[in-house]
């Protein structure tokens, strides 16, 4: 049976200060959840020491926002593996639809951010998704078809999650029908051809959707970008029934 992973994408958001006082109020809030599942927070990298310094890790684990494919070398603004192990990461997110927009990250270079991130031992949340205007022009499932094939060439699904994140849902408060979803889920399983892959969604989720997003049978978890910054609210999402 697949576990789920619940992950908080906290983007550019929270001091090492505020993670600290995150942090205090959060943990006893998941402190009892069921073992079927995974938490994971990818705070901004100034906050990833803040996080390490908390020794309860069985209960939460933590990503990064990005990974670079190379050890070291000239990369300014670039992060690497080898640097974030150093501080207990697990995941490393690639592929949002941010980066890909504000700085055009290719298919091909989130190939190499996955592939990297894999053979230096972290699990890569590589995040697929379509715009409005695709959707519209009935292109979802061939936008989706080509970041797989192209964003996941040479991974191993094994030790790997998938994200779906629907741009026009990312922050807009427009979260995709839980049926619709499912349909594109299952479609990334199908091209990915392993069954136990894990496949999350993304795109406003909250308290009050995550209990039937996380019965649909193809979601397997849930990027969350605002209701994780609540400590409350993140909690709740954590404890979806
Ligand atoms: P929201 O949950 O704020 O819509 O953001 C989703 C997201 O981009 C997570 O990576």
């Not at 993670?19 to 990833?48: G, H, M, Q």
């Not at 998704?129 to 191993?156: H, K, P």
């Not at 629907?166 to 091209?191: F, H, M, S, V, Y």
């Amino acid at each position: 049976m697949r576990k789920s992973v619940i992950a908080g994408n906290w983007k550019m958001h929270m001091t090492c200060a505020e993670s600290k006082i995150y942090l205090e109020e959060f943990l006893p809030l998941i402190r009892d959840i069921p073992n079927d599942r995974k938490i994971v927070i990818a705070p901004p990298f100034t906050a990833i020491s803040t996080f390490s310094s908390y020794t309860d890790f069985e209960y939460l684990n933590i990503s990064s926002q990005n990974i670079h494919w190379e050890d070291q070398g000239a990369f300014t603004a670039e992060i690497s593996p080898k640097m974030l192990l150093e501080h207990g990461v697990k995941y490393a997110i690639v592929g949002h639809s941010e980066p890909r927009k504000y700085f055009s990250e290719s298919d091909e270079q989130i190939n190499k951010r996955a592939v990297f991130a894999q053979a230096s031992g972290l699990t890569p949340i590589v995040c697929v998704g379509e715009s409005l205007e695709q959707r519209e022009r009935g292109e979802a499932d061939r936008v989706i078809t080509r970041q797989v094939e192209q964003g996941l060439e040479n991974t191993d699904p094994s030790n790997l999650i998938v994200a779906y994140e629907p741009i026009w849902a990312i922050g807009t408060g427009k979260t995709c029908e839980a049926r619709d979803a499912n349909k594109i889920c299952a479609l990334i399983r199908k091209l990915i051809g392993f069954n136990d892959v894990i496949i999350q969604y993304g795109g406003s989720v909250k308290p009050s959707n995550i209990d039937e997003i996380m019965s649909m049978s193809d979601i397997d978890g849930v990027l969350v970008g605002g209701s994780s910054l609540e400590p409350n609210s993140f909690a709740r999402i954590a404890n979806y029934e």
